[in-house]
């Protein structure tokens, strides 16, 4: 029997991401501001081993021999973040030009090999400024933002082809606002429905701005995570509706729907406000793609002690789970991609970040660390992005996450997502068994697999 062609359609767009803080160290460098990621890190007892992007992967200095990485892959593009605080050290204001040159400059690297600019002017790393005036709590950061923006479309959007406002503003209010695992490290259940609000208003700030300065596409990326009911009782069912209003729903309805669901209010209760009509009206833009992050799915169980959703994740039986304890479940890409197309339209799609941490031991061969788990991954994963395309979905391209093992916020240095190996100690870079199928896979459109 013949093996099934993987070919994507002509034109289909490869590529490899990270983000700033966590591959670029020198975050003070140049007369950068300190971001909230920049305090937290330094925080006692916030991030694991003690671990810091104080060096990470030196990408602030070795950017020209990743972008050499990139070539050696064939990458199509290169998905990076902004710092914010480099480029605008109080957030507001006064621009540093040092900042700006460092992105200037990494943008016609790429350029003069031939892969396109995929920037992302905010992953996680918010000015440490704008927290002290109250951050993604405070209305006023949708203008701040706006400025921002104006900023980097001015500065740069004569070369990069593509921008986006945010990445998972999801995790920045469930972890940072919520439960206070990441940056800025608040608790609070009044606070992150503020923060989740003022983000996609912010990001509709953006996308106001950049119509009035931009010549080719911004978008916003959403991590998406499928949700499974564990059985087909009611509450289960109904622990299953709500997970799945409160991280798949949440900000991508505001955005493209211009409303919520009707479960954050069952969700949150009191904490939930009546947010004002208009405010819908800037947070409902006309995007040109959607990003997609996709990892792993939920299977849901109802749980009333679990705040404040009442419903808890239940680990399966005899399934591959990552190092970060995700199950390895390659339908759920399919899946996430065929409802989003059901529910928001045939909106243009990226897969904007898929990847997977695994412990490969230091097995190195021709010079090529075997990662046999991280492959079987991207395997099954582009698979399944095939099956999506063949029912109907307007997907454009795929970024792996990551380009290099980083610092995986406070979980630290120690989930490796890499394509390529980092020896923090040297900063070596080492590619893995999986950036060399990568590189087969860009080569030949997906015939390979
Ligand atoms: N964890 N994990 C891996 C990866 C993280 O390193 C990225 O910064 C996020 O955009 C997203 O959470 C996914």
Known sequence: MSRPSFRFPDGFHWGAATSAYQIEGSPLADGAGPSIWQRFAHTPGMMANGDTGDVACDHYRRYREDVQLMKALGLHGYRF?????????????????????????LVDELLEHGIAPNATLFHW?????????????????????????????????????????????????????????LAP???????????????????????????????????????????????????????????????NQQFADPALLGSYPPELKEIFGDAWPDFPADDFKLTKQKVDFVGINYYTRAVVKHDPNQYPLQATPVRQPNRTYTETGWEVFEQGLTDTLTWFKQRYGDIPLYITENGSAFYDPPVVENGVLDDPLRTSYLRKH?????????????????YAWSLLDNLEWSLGFSKRFGLYHVDFATQQRTPKATAKLYAQVIASNGSVL
Do not use: C
């Open 382 to 398: 582009l698979g399944a992005l095939h099956k999506a395309i063949a029912a109907g979905v307007n997907l454009k391209g795929y």
């Open 185 to 247: 490290g608040h608790r609070s259940k009044y606070e992150a429905p503020l923060a989740a609000h003022n983000l996609m208003r912010a990001s509709g700030a953006g996308i106001q701005a950049y119509r009035a300065h931009g010549r080719h596409e911004i978008g916003v990326v959403f991590n998406i995570e499928p949700k499974y009911p564990h059985s087909d009782r009611a509450e289960d069912v109904a622990a299953t509706r709500r997970a799945h209003a409160y991280m």
């Open 81 to 105: 973040s902004i710092n914010w605080a480099r480029v605008l050290p109080e957030g507001t204001g006064r621009v540093n030009p040092k900042g700006l040159d460092f992105y200037s400059r």
């Open 125 to 181: 790393d918010l000015p440490a400024a704008l927290d002290d005036r109250g951050g993604w709590l405070n209305r006023d950061i949708a203008h701040w933002f706006a400025e921002y923006a104006e900023v980097m479309f001015k500065a740069l959007d004569d070369r990069v082809p593509r921008w986006s406002t945010l990445n998972e503003p999801w995790v920045v209010t469930d972890g940072g606002y919520l439960h206070g695992a």
